[in-house]
């Protein structure tokens, strides 16, 4: 009786997702856990000047926000808003290791059915195909399990790297959001870019395997 009131409050979690293989190796979404704290607080402080530029500003201090310590009040805050059937907070694994997160947020289900979606992924393993792989099987876990009909997300338009990775699955420009967000300590500009199922054609992933830009495994 709870596992149905709470699949119906929040459709798709805490279901895994995957897996895809891409050039780096085998990619999997599963949700965050307690014990990711060590890996998390270890590629986020090695990772700043990778991440901070395209993070929103926080009061605290990044070695003390991205503390071991931080991690369980982060941990539990995002399970809760996905038991509340908000988000679905997920972490990329890639050949079994914690390599980053995928996160989709601010779910809406009724008339609206959307949500947004964004990642980040250590520099040990970018350039090979994860936030694309990872993305590909996030957007498809929205347009089928969580019943989305539209999925949006953010991106500054001086982020080439992330802007490649949003054209390769299929996000279509929507238009610039002037000082839309507090990033890494100014109001930044940020593309807003969006799918809706209709543009799809089957599945994301699967397309990505048609292009030979990733393997089913
Ligand atoms: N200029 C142009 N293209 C670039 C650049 C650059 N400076 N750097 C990388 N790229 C391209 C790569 O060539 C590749 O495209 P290709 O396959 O067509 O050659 C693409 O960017 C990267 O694709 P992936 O390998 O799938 O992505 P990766 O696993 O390297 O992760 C990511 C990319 C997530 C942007 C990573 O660099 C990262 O975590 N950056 C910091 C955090 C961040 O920016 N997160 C995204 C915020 S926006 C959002 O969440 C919607």
Redesign the pocket.
């Known amino acids: 009786m709870n596992l149905w009131r709470n699949s119906s409050l929040h459709p798709g979690w805490p279901t895994p997702i995957g897996p895809l293989r891409?050039a780096?190796g085998v990619i999997r979404l599963r949700p965050i856990r307690m014990r990711d704290a060590t890996q998390w607080s270890r590629i986020r402080l090695a990772d700043q000047p990778?991440?901070e530029p395209?993070?929103p500003t926080a009061e605290v201090d990044w070695t003390v926000r991205h503390a071991i310590s931080s991690w369980p009040p982060v941990c539990s805050g995002l399970r809760a808003e996905a038991r509340k059937g908000r988000m679905l907070p997920y972490v990329i694994e890639l050949d079994g290791q914690f390599c980053?997160q995928l996160t989709i947020g601010n779910v809406t289900h009724g008339a609206l059915r959307s949500a947004w979606?964004?990642?980040?992924?250590?520099t040990a393993?970018?350039?090979?195909?994860?936030?694309?792989?990872a993305l590909a099987l996030g957007l498809d876990h929205c347009f089928g399990p969580v019943t989305l009909h539209r999925v949006e997300?953010?991106?500054?338009p001086e982020?080439?790297?992330?802007?490649?990775?949003?054209a390769?699955v299929g996000f279509r420009e929507e238009g610039l959001l002037k000082r839309y967000l507090d990033v890494d300590g100014a109001w930044r500009d940020h593309l807003l870019v969006a799918m809706t199922i209709e543009e799809i054609e089957g599945s994301v992933a699967s397309r990505l395997v048609q292009r030979g830009?990733a393997h089913w495994s």
């Open positions: 891409v780096a990778h991440l395209w993070e980053g979606i964004g990642y980040w992924v250590s393993v970018t350039g090979a195909g994860v936030a694309t792989g997300a953010t991106v500054r982020n080439a790297a992330s802007r490649a990775v949003l390769k830009l």
